[in-house]
């Protein structure tokens, strides 16, 4: 199993410009989750979804959207980048949520808008 | 509203026990989890608690619950410099289906 697959590792965008942010796990997860990580902020939740489907808002959801077409799938697109967007983003999935399960986290994506 | 706050640094030295804590507001919180998150890594979890209980050991990791005052905290004992890194703590509620992470505390461990 690859786990919870997530690409590009980097990214330097222009202001304004979009782009999709993609995020995969082999683990038949149905909680799929993005997270944004800012110094002196921890993650924040910006989009997540509880099954194929489904997605709904989190914590910070202004400037992104989701989508779960297939349960393996979660990517987010950034629709007009802007320097605020610059962080670090994660994905994560987890066999359900509110349990004594774990959820499994990619490497991340660092995204810079210039 | 859901609020995890933790301090953004502890320093200790090696063999040292550290107590990185964490307070939370939501009183409806059911599991809360302690995340490990290594330099340029994902996050993964370390350990977790129902809320229901007041304390879980598991080797060197001890969690303690203080549910009345909304306060979490994570004890490493014989800290190494293999712990050096950013740990969260983070909630769940039985009414949402938010994973909902703290500021985090940087870790550092000295020789």
């Known amino acids: 199993n690859a786990g919870v697959t997530q690409t590009p590792k980097f990214q330097v965008l222009k202001t304004g410009q979009s782009m999709t942010l993609q995020c995969a796990q082999d683990m038949n997860h149905e909680y799929m989750s993005w997270y944004r990580q800012d110094p002196g902020m921890g993650l924040r939740l910006i989009h997540y979804s509880v099954g194929a489907g489904i997605t709904d808002q989190g914590e910070v959801p202004n400037g992104y959207n989701v989508s779960r077409s297939t349960t393996e799938d979660f990517p987010l697109r950034l629709l007009s980048a802007a320097p605020s967007q610059t962080s670090v983003y994660f994905c994560a999935s987890s066999p359900q949520i509110g349990a004594d399960t774990e959820a499994f986290f990619g490497q991340g994506t660092r995204l810079t808008v210039v | 509203g859901e609020d995890v706050e933790q301090s953004l640094f502890l320093s200790v030295r090696e063999g040292d026990s550290s107590v990185i804590n964490c307070t939370y507001t939501d009183s409806s919180s059911t599991y809360l989890y302690w995340y490990k998150q290594e330099p340029g890594a994902g996050l993964q979890l370390l350990t977790y608690i129902f809320s229901n209980m007041d304390m879980k050991q598991d080797q060197r990791l001890t969690v303690l619950l203080n549910k009345k005052d909304k306060h979490l905290s994570l004890r490493i004992a014989d800290t190494q410099t293999g712990d050096s890194a950013i740990y969260f703590c983070?909630?769940?509620?039985?009414?949402?289906?938010?994973?909902?992470f703290g500021t985090g505390t940087r870790l550092q461990v000295f020789p």
């Open positions: 983070a909630e769940t509620h039985y009414n949402t289906d938010k994973l909902i």
